[in-house]
């Protein structure tokens, strides 16, 4: 049976942990995975612009062994020059694996549906899970657990924030979210993710107050507020979010060892100020760096997957 990585949703606590394990041992040893994808192809089918996504996963399935083959916007239009299921069951023909950045998730679970290789969601307008356990891995990085963390996302509540609260919430900390009205993160991920936080022993709060999000969080994380997609609401959304920028006065409430997210792009002077992201407590480029490391290990985390 294939294995695909669609949603955190999907996976256990234990199978999230043991994947960032995995992860350390990918960082920490690169000679030792080099030839896990020899002879292997992947598909990167895109639907919109990356630049960590499409890097990390060409660098990584090339450090593999593996071979990979972008396929750009116009190359196939998923949807609309043949069926998805078509092209689906056509690349499974061809390929080892497939990553997709889509717009509609509906289009990852088509794929996932038909393709008979593994199919990794590289961004859809609903989830972006390789980011989030990138993000994790960081976060186990600098502070050596998860147990009794908070994280606080301020600003939209997007794709990001979906996949960090089930990230979260799996694996035990606490999670605050500040939102605007009318931006809250999806109400199915949240209620998800309070199922899993009452396990794990970490809270969902959703608030519309940064200062009250931010209060004695370790982690603080924020995203664009304009998402991939939504560029004509761009005049609007500045509007809305005003009031929601990541700044020096606003972390002042943080907790003292608190650490900067991002996931990248970011726009100095909406979403976060320069001197948060360029200053020493944000660590954004670790984390595109284990964007690298933890995508070779979810690839190779399929492959070999069992159920834990
Ligand atoms: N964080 C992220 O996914 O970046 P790209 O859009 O550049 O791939
Ligand atoms: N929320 C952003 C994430 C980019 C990596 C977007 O979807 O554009």
């Known amino acids: 049976m294939k294995k695909d990585f669609i ?3 999907d996976f256990t606590a234990q199978e999230l942990l043991n994947l960032l394990v ?3 041992q990918v960082k920490q040893n690169p000679r030792q995975t080099a030839d896990f994808l020899r002879g292997k192809s992947f598909a990167l089918i895109f639907q919109k612009p990356s630049n960590r996504t499409r890097v990390s996963f060409e660098t990584g399935i090339f450090q593999l062994g593996g071979n990979s083959v ?6 196939i239009s998923l949807g609309k020059r043949e069926p998805t299921e078509d092209i689906a069951r056509t690349l499974s023909r061809y390929v080892d694996g497939i990553v997709a950045r889509v717009f509609s998730h509906q289009d990852i679970l088509d794929l996932a549906k038909f393709a008979s290789v593994p199919v990794i969601n590289g961004l859809s307008d609903l989830s972006h899970p390789c980011q989030a356990m990138a993000d994790m891995f960081t976060i186990q990085e600098k502070f050596g657990s998860f147990k009794g963390l908070k994280m606080a996302y301020i600003g939209d509540g997007n794709n990001m924030t979906n996949s960090l609260l089930i990230a979260a919430a799996k694996l035990g900390m606490s999670m605050s979210v500040a939102t605007p009205q009318g931006y809250e993160a999806s109400a199915d991920y949240v209620k998800a993710a309070r199922e899993c936080a009452l396990k794990n022993g970490g809270t969902i709060t959703l608030t519309n107050s940064p200062q009250e999000a931010v209060k004695g969080a370790q982690v603080i994380y924020t995203d664009t507020w304009v998402s991939m997609g ?3 609401e761009t005049t609007q959304r500045l509007k809305d979010f005003a009031g929601y920028q990541v700044d020096e006065k606003l972390l002042a409430l943080a907790s003292r060892d608190h650490i900067f997210m991002h996931c990248l792009p970011a726009h100095r002077g909406q979403e976060v100020s320069a001197a948060v992201i360029d200053g020493p407590r944000s660590v954004v480029f670790d984390e595109a760096e284990n964007r690298l490391h933890m995508q070779k290990a979810i690839m190779i ?3 070999t997957f069992k159920h834990a």
């Open 301 to 303: 985390f399929l492959y």
């Open 70 to 75: 972008y396929l750009a916007p116009d190359d």
């Open 7 to 9: 949603s955190l949703r």
């Open 22 to 24: 995995l992860a350390n």
């Open 230 to 232: 939504q560029e004509e």
